[in-house]
Nanobody, 126 residues
Framework: HVQLVESGGGSVQAGGSLRLSCVTSINMSRACMGWLRQAPGNQREGVAAMYTGGAYRYYTSSVKGRFTISHDNAEKTLYLEMNSLKPEDSAMYYC?????????????????????WGQGTQVTVS
């Protein structure tokens, strides 16, 4: 049973920063991993993704230049560094993963098609 556990959410003022973490129960050294978010009344939106076995990174246009996704294989942890936060970034943030799978996204389309999911961590920007 694969588990993903997020942490690092919280309340912050606009312009502030947060770092989300997602610890996985298994090694994800060759996986497509991502962060998605969902605000009340909205569909789940892909924010950032990466292939942990290579250099591929994806960001939706609204977070480019502000968010950075990274992965520490030794710590089995996926990170999302969020800077210059805006009220519209407020949402529940989910970590997701597909082991032994690469990823490639185009435009602002990152479907919520991952095999493994965390429970989410709330981010509120005021």
């Amino acid at each position: 049973h694969v588990q993903l556990v997020e942490s690092g959410g919280g309340s912050v003022q606009a312009g502030g920063s947060l770092r989300l973490s997602c610890v996985t129960s298994i090694n994800m050294s060759r996986a497509c991993m991502g962060w998605l978010r969902q605000a009340p009344g909205n569909q789940r939106e892909g924010v950032a993704a990466m292939y942990t076995g290579g250099a591929y990174r994806y960001y939706t246009s609204s977070v480019k230049g502000r968010f950075t996704i990274s992965h520490d294989n030794a710590e089995k942890t996926l990170y999302l560094e969020m800077n210059s936060l805006k009220p519209e970034d407020s949402a529940m943030y989910y970590c997701a993963a597909d082991a032994d799978k690469s990823c490639r996204y185009y435009g602002d389309y990152m479907p919520a098609e991952f095999k493994f999911w965390g429970q989410g961590t709330q981010v509120t920007v005021s």
